[in-house]
């Protein structure tokens, strides 16, 4: 016999809440300071959910999540980039938060990075660093996220003529109160833009030295086509000696070869991106074997029409292929989603099941550059036990409406053919 619905909801919840102190009371603040409550009165209601059968849904909003690929600049929402403009003085790149969303519609990366680095001019202060990271981190908990590895790009800041402390003190500060209050654990990703001189990229990295602590690796981000891996080999030589971690953008727009140049010349750790891949079966079969994770960003990919018309198969082959594919948000502001979004959206563009979701949220932690072994090896556990406990609920549903699921499938499909047009 199943549970009747309510106790297996109430199963569910206590699994959740287990979890949620377990990961609270291995990290670095006391389980006292967990707003439990809070977290659990957060609503992580997305455009995509619709249409998703009830146990995927259920899982995809409850399970405990890492994300990897995140730029907290491109969590800039226009509502706080109107108020940062006006508060610093600075003519705001929209007349209106309106149009600002309205200008969200890209043609490709380029146009894309055109409006991003717009807004990014309007982040000056501690203050506008702290609060745009503290709002990431509200959504990302929103999300169930309760790791993550922010990327920042230190270059666009620092030719704006804010300092590299300045940005580090209001990044540092939210972490630490994100810790406390989301109680979500925090570090960050020092990307390079290539396409601005080497030379500004080298100051980065040495003033980034006192801040080694928080910043766990470096990444290279921005522009990718024409602009080849292999010219920053010096730079990440440098950084590995220092004893960063490293990541690349690599294979978004470009070409398999900038994926061969990242894991050979910059020695990566994780590939952001990486897509384009697939476009070498020889490549994917060395992912494949080296377990090198790659962090795609599915919703990223939709809108800025990566692989356009064919993303939906390409994004499929990906996961069925086994290579260690984790899911990320990238630049949740302008894209529209944040974490849960774009684990909704994949599972209704590729069909996803609940085990197959749990191997992605699983990877997420595996992938993490800076989680304890044994936190990994729990949250890892954690995501198995709860697919389970959703799977067993789902076995229940079945019995109790044979058809609803159906009716389901069928009406996700109806919802992608709506967003892909
Ligand atoms: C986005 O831009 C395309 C042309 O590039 C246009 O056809 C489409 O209507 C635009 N969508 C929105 C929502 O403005
Ligand atoms: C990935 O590796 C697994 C285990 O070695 C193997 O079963 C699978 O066929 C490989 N997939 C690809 C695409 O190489
Ligand atoms: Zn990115």
Known sequence: MMPAPAERSSRMLLIFLKL??????????????????SILQQDSATHYEDGIPNSLRRFIRWAPKAELHVHVEGTLEPEMMM??????GIPPPYPSVQAARAAYNFTDLEHFLDIYYAGCAVLRTRADFYELAMAYFRCAAASRVIHTEVSFDPQTHLSNGVDFD??????????????????????????????????????????????????VAVGLDSSELRRPPRDFES????AAALGFKRTAHVGEEGSPEYIWQALQLLRVDRLDHGIHCLDDPRLVAALNAS?????????SNMQLKVYDGQLRERLGQLIHSGLMVTVNSDDAAYFGAYLAGNYEWLS???????????????????????????????MVDTVRQLAEAVEAEEAAEAVDKSGGKQ???????????????
């Open 166 to 215: 300045t940005i580090m003190e209001g990044l540092v500060d939210a972490a630490i109160d994100a810790e406390d209050q989301f109680a979500i654990t925090v570090s960050y990703i020092m990307c390079f833009r290539r396409d601005m001189p080497l030379e500004t990229a080298e100051t980065a990295l040495t003033l980034a030295l006192p801040w080694r602590h928080r910043i």
């Open 291 to 299: 377990r090198v994770p790659l962090t795609i960003c599915p919703i």
């Open 20 to 37: 949620l102190l377990a990961h609270h009371a291995f990290g670095q603040q006391s389980s006292e300071s967990v707003n439990v409550h």
């Open 348 to 378: 209704i563009a590729v069909g996803l099941d609940v085990r197959q979701a749990a191997q992605l949220v699983a990877n997420g932690f595996q992938a993490a550059f800076s989680l304890p072994e044994g936190q990994r090896r729990r």
């Open 83 to 88: 108020r940062f403009a006006e508060r610093n």
């Open 235 to 238: 730079l990440f030589n440098r």
């Open 407 to 421: 009716e389901a499938e069928s009406s996700s499909h109806r919802r992608l053919l709506t967003l892909r047009s």
